[in-house]
């Protein structure tokens, strides 16, 4: 007999924000800010998960060069564009990177470690979880490629374009997995049900993320900045009684392109100024 689905609807608790206890976070502060870069590995044999130009003759032809040489442009160049920022403000990020890239992108990691930043799972490649066709493996592969390339496991896992399968969060769990980033329907932390132990989902967010602005709404490069400014302050005036968790979301071939990289930097000089707001991993976050 075929295990019964678990539906999203089954896996976290409703709470109303302001009914809950207060979270109170160290040192008076009443903010956390996560910065989260995402580094893939996408394969030319493949159709091109994200594109910036339609190729002429429509269709999906391969290889798709212009396709795939913009998004090796933020490998190449935005990423190192991004750290220069992230290190002017000292701010540790997350690297979610896909398994594969680590061996591709050696660079890219090796800079992420040496500076102490968070590595976590985002899949093996850059695929739809639904459509891998071992989830269990591609989960194990990703996490046995950070250990090796970093010593420890993986403790935080986010899907390839926020996607998972009907078991994902069950499969984290049973592969070692602590946290997840995938449900982004919170500000504060939220502990999911899966059929062994929970596991808590970390807010992330598709509003401040630069795939969903720029590639996908098609805004001019300063709504990054006006957007993510707006939510802070949002953000900042809500924590006032229980704190809040904020997402900064970016991606080299996006946010690293000449033309964006201020509003992402004036963005994080804008939140720099308040005292009252730490700038944490995910993991940091989790142990709170």
Not at 80 to 108: C, F, M
Request: glycine letters at 6%; a negative charge; hydrophobic letters at 40%.
């Amino acid at each position: 007999m075929a295990e019964r689905i678990v539906l999203p609807t089954e896996r976290p608790v409703y709470s109303a924000v302001g009914q809950r206890p207060r979270l109170v976070l160290p040192d008076g502060s009443r903010l956390v800010v996560w910065v989260i870069v995402n580094v893939e590995d996408l394969d030319p044999r493949e159709t091109m998960p994200r594109t910036v130009i339609t190729p002429p003759a429509g269709g999906a032809p391969m290889p798709d060069i212009r396709n795939w040489a913009w998004h090796e442009y933020g490998n190449r160049v935005g990423f190192w564009r991004i750290l220069e920022v992230l290190d002017q403000h000292k701010i540790r990020a997350v690297l979610a990177v896909n398994g594969s890239a680590l061996t591709r992108y050696e660079p890219i990691g090796r800079a992420a470690l040496e500076r102490g930043w968070e590595f976590i799972g985002h899949g093996f490649t850059q695929r739809n979880m639904q459509k891998v066709a071992d989830e269990r493996d591609d989960i194990r592969k990703t996490a046995a490629a950070i250990h090796e390339f970093t010593g420890r496991n993986p403790r935080g896992w986010l899907g390839p374009g926020l996607t998972e399968s009907w078991e994902t969060p069950d499969l984290l769990v049973e592969e070692g997995y602590h946290y997840v980033c995938d449900w982004v329907l919170d500000d504060q932390p939220v502990l999911l049900k899966t059929r062994t132990k929970p596991i808590a989902n970390i807010p992330y967010t598709q509003e401040c993320n630069d795939v969903a602005m720029m590639l996908i709404q098609h805004h001019k490069a300063n709504e990054y900045h006006q957007r993510a400014v707006d939510q802070f302050e949002q953000l900042y005036a809500d924590a006032v009684g229980s704190a809040r968790v904020m997402a900064f979301v970016v991606h080299p071939y996006i946010m690293g392109a000449p033309h964006r990289l201020k509003y992402f930097r004036n963005a994080l000089a804008h939140i720099r100024e308040h005292r009252d707001v730490l700038f944490w991993t995910g993991e940091e976050i989790l142990d709170w």
